[in-house]
């Protein structure tokens, strides 16, 4: 008998090939950026615990409230922190860059205690929790979308530096007006900087899926969708938040 194949099932061979692939695809960009999404809600809530219980233990009005240099080491170490991650990446390993991680969020909760001196406690509830409903929309329509963010992405950075030069302006001038507009424009650049850093954390998965440098990148995408909800919740909060 010759040796042949019947067209037909090789038609259904060939479908079935790219409809495994296709859902082995999808599998492993759902499980990397659920990896992605649990980073940085873990990380977010880590820092809320830590901010919570440094000020409601009395350190933080004495540390900010009194001066002295530990002030300006809680201050700039979130700092330190990010540019330890950004410029060294490539050379630390997932462990370290974990370790690095968990850090800058404990940093970044003793830093932020002074929200709790500053503001309400239903300030702080009703900001964060406008956030997370805001985080949430905007980082599904990242996701989901089918337009190519990098332009408004170019855009909000140019608008970011911008933003910190006249947040640096307003350190001297004390402008009321100038930090309304300054609060406001903030909330909407990073508002953008959630969609658009999600459509780039799910693009970076083409680019990293079984490679070294995967874990990594789940921990630098987590540290930039982190950042966009933080400053966010900071920006709603100087808008809306009560002072006591």
């Given at each position: 008998?010759?040796?042949?194949?019947d067209?037909?099932?090789?038609?259904?061979?060939?479908?079935?090939?790219?409809?495994?692939?296709?859902?082995?695809?999808?599998?492993?960009?759902r499980?990397y950026?659920?990896?992605?999404?649990?980073?940085m809600a873990?990380?977010?809530?880590?820092?809320?615990?830590?901010?919570?219980?440094?000020?409601?233990?009395?350190?933080?009005?004495?540390?900010f409230?009194?001066g002295?240099?530990?002030?300006?080491?809680?201050?700039?170490?979130?700092?330190?922190?990010?540019?330890?991650m950004?410029?060294?990446?490539?050379?630390?390993?997932?462990a370290?860059?974990q370790?690095?991680?968990?850090g800058?969020?404990v940093?970044m909760?003793?830093?932020?205690?002074?929200?709790?001196?500053?503001?309400?406690?239903?300030?702080?509830?009703?900001?964060?929790?406008?956030?997370?409903?805001g985080?949430?929309?905007?980082?599904?329509?990242?996701?989901?979308?089918?337009?190519?963010?990098?332009?408004?992405g170019?855009?909000?950075?140019?608008?970011?530096?911008?933003?910190?030069?006249?947040?640096l302006?307003?350190?001297?001038?004390?402008s009321?007006?100038?930090?309304?507009?300054?609060?406001?424009?903030?909330?909407?650049?990073?508002?953008?900087?959630?969609a658009?850093?999600?459509?780039?954390?799910?693009?970076l998965?083409?680019?990293?899926?079984?490679?070294?440098?995967?874990?990594?990148?789940?921990?630098?995408?987590?540290?930039?969708?982190?950042?966009?909800?933080?400053?966010?919740?900071?920006?709603?909060?100087?808008l809306?938040?009560?002072r006591?």
């Amino acid at each position: 008998m010759a040796n042949w194949s019947d067209p037909r099932t090789a038609a259904v061979d060939r479908a079935t090939g790219v409809g495994a692939r296709s859902a082995a695809y999808d599998a492993g960009l759902r499980s990397y950026m659920l990896s992605v999404y649990n980073y940085m809600a873990s990380a977010v809530l880590l820092t809320g615990i830590v901010a919570l219980g440094f000020a409601a233990s009395g350190y933080a009005a004495q540390v900010f409230l009194g001066g002295g240099i530990l002030k300006w080491i809680i201050t700039l170490a979130p700092l330190g922190f990010v540019f330890a991650m950004s410029f060294g990446q490539a050379r630390m390993s997932t462990a370290t860059l974990q370790g690095l991680f968990w850090g800058y969020a404990v940093a970044m909760g003793l830093s932020l205690s002074t929200i709790f001196l500053a503001y309400s406690e239903i300030a702080i509830a009703q900001a964060f929790f406008a956030t997370a409903a805001g985080f949430g929309a905007l980082s599904l329509y990242g996701y989901t979308t089918k337009r190519n963010l990098s332009a408004l992405g170019s855009f909000l950075i140019v608008g970011l530096v911008g933003l910190i030069v006249a947040s640096l302006i307003n350190v001297f001038v004390q402008s009321g007006p100038l930090g309304l507009v300054i609060s406001f424009a903030g909330v909407l650049i990073f508002a953008g900087l959630t969609a658009y850093d999600t459509q780039r954390t799910k693009a970076l998965y083409d680019q990293v899926a079984g490679t070294e440098w995967e874990g990594r990148t789940i921990i630098m995408s987590a540290l930039n969708l982190y950042l966009d909800f933080i400053n966010m919740f900071l920006f709603i909060l100087r808008l809306f938040g009560s002072r006591d």
